[in-house]
């Protein structure tokens, strides 16, 4: 290996390497050419952990995995074939959670490094506190598609991995996916709501039925709509009995005859009587299942095409539908609750005939089973190559920080294309952290903006300390000199307050609640702003800082500015537009931040560069001082550099090279490794 040929990486590196204890978090396309590029280095003593099985559709890239090996863990299966390449390494295999509490901060101790191999947000947040909390540095990656990137992140030195705000995903209002939906997207979150109603968690906020809270069916056609067809079941008394979509599937044992008259004919000849709503808009169609349209295909060219490229007409979809809703009625009963998954056929072509008989409904063009899964599951195609390079940079900036050199760690973009230096790799330099970072700084606060009058302590738990604020199992008190306790992370010693609002504890502007999560070994301060009224179908703003020392205010407007993270009740897209930076100085100044979003929780692969200035060091990936350009300054938790953003223009888009940015996303499936950005 390696290490073990003299000459190759300098004497006390190769020792280091021979003596250092790895961390992978990771598995997949990235994880496995990591794992092979470390032990062909020398290292051997490896721990991986990851949760996911091997499934087929990971072979076209993940080199480590065969056909014999699909359904297997994908740690385990990866430390059999990786020994292969060095037999001498010592790997061990994990098919567990990184969340899970047994990897405390004790755990992450006995590293001396962590390297990063995962697809969502959640994981890498926990890792990135973890590794805060043991004070051990982390190497931070992602890719998706053409793009990619690396960074290295040390307490104290360098910016963590939540230091910048993420972009909040692009959301839809209900009433627009529920009423007027004008775009594929619309559809297929329609269709996933629609799988989730009928067997998955029931969420108020995924309802599928139109809303006749829209306010533009105001008006007596609308009203007169929402009081004739709420609902059809009277009871005995002769009022109107109100049922789940799922309680009235089930009581017709999920017949997909009368399931799709409902949905697609009865649902849609209501919205039809709102008449409002189709003055300036196409009225939807409904569908008759005894009277199908026919199809305008070639049938020549579609027999030619696999069944995921092939675009199913009206007739194709009814098939699927039934067929599909008896797969997932038998799986339902036998296991619960089902949660939506990409690679499961018959949730995938489920939603694919949904979406599809939805779009035909209100004349938008339908989609393929390939077109929908993309959408739906937020998918970049991954580029095998794209992941080997990311992960030999990622043992490259390993090798330096074990040497010690943390001066001379890069973040480093890997571009769709040679920027204007016609650099395909573009390292600039690592940012020191944001004082006013909730995770990092020396004394983590945020600042909530909600009506505590209308939010509860389950919302305050599940949307903003876990959904938000990422935390794995908080405990909350409030700081109001008798450590009121208002949530706790054993189960069931505070369950009586989840339906309880914030305002029945006397939570009001000012107040200030302390969170503990023991997990994470983090604490965080959540200073409470009331206001009466948010933003449309927002329920609460956070902000990363604590407000000035001021009067409460009294305006019950929602703050404009400092925001970084918005819930919506509205639903989410799987797109949404690139946002861009530009740097101050240098190279990088003219190379632009061209930011790609993937998953549903629109994931970074690391810091935010908000300065993003390309280092005149060509020495990405050598270890010597004689190659460097200019001497780079020693990284200081004190040394600060200004920096500018702002947002270009689509005409900007042509004129430089763009800088890469790497999206993970939020769909945790372990499939794909999304790029994610590191801008906003």
Known sequence: MAASIHGVLPEDTAQMVNACRVLVVGAGGIGCELLKNLVLTGFHDIVVIDLDTIDVSNLNRQFLFHKKHVGKSKSQVAKESAQMFNPKAKIEARHDSVTNPEYNREFFRQFNIVMNALDNRAARNHVNRMCLAADVPLVESGTAGYLGQVTVIKKGLTECYECQPKPTQKTFPGCTIRNTPSEPIHCIVWAKHLFNQLFGEEDPDQDVSPDTADPEAAGDAGQSAATSTASTNDNAAGGVERTSTRTWAESTDYNPQKLFKKLFHDDVKYLLSMDKLWKKRRPPTPLDWDNLPQSESNQTDAASLIKDQRLWDMQECVSHFKDSLESLKQQYRQRGELAWDKDDDAAMDFVTCTANFRSFIFGIPTKTRFDVKSMAGNIIPAIATTNAVIAGLIVMEGLKVLSGHLDKCKTVYLNRAPNVRKRLLVPCRLETPNPECYVCSPKPEVTVHLNTSHVTVKVLEDKILKGELNMIAPDVEIDDGKGTILISSEEGETEEN???????????????????????????????????????????????????????????????????????????????????????????????????????????????????????????????????????????????????????????????????????????????????????
């Open 498 to 680: 989840n339906n309880k609002l914030l305002s029945d504890f006397s939570i009001k502007s000012g107040s200030r609640l302390k969170a503990d999560d023991f997990l994470q070994s983090y604490e965080l301060v959540i200073n409470i702003i009331h206001i009466d009224k948010l933003p449309e179908e927002q329920e609460y703003i956070v902000e990363g800082k604590a407000p000035a020392p001021e009067p409460a205010p009294t305006t019950n407007n929602a703050p404009t500015n400092n925001t970084i993270t918005t819930q919506d009740s509205a639903v989410s897209s799987s797109t949404s537009e690139p946002s861009r930076v530009q740097g101050p100085a240098g190279d990088c100044n003219e190379a632009q931040a061209a930011v790609t979003t993937n998953g549903s929780n629109g994931d970074q692969a690391g810091p935010s560069a908000a300065i993003v200035e390309e280092d005149d060091d060509d020495d990405l990936i050598i270890m010597d001082d004689e190659d460097e350009e200019e001497q780079a300054q020693p990284m200081t938790a004190q040394t600060a550099s200004p920096g500018k953003k702002r947002k270009l223009s689509d005409s900007d888009d042509a004129v430089m090279a763009k800088k890469a940015k790497v999206a993970m996303g939020a769909s945790g499936d372990g499939n794909e490794e999304e790029l994610v950005i590191l801008d906003s």
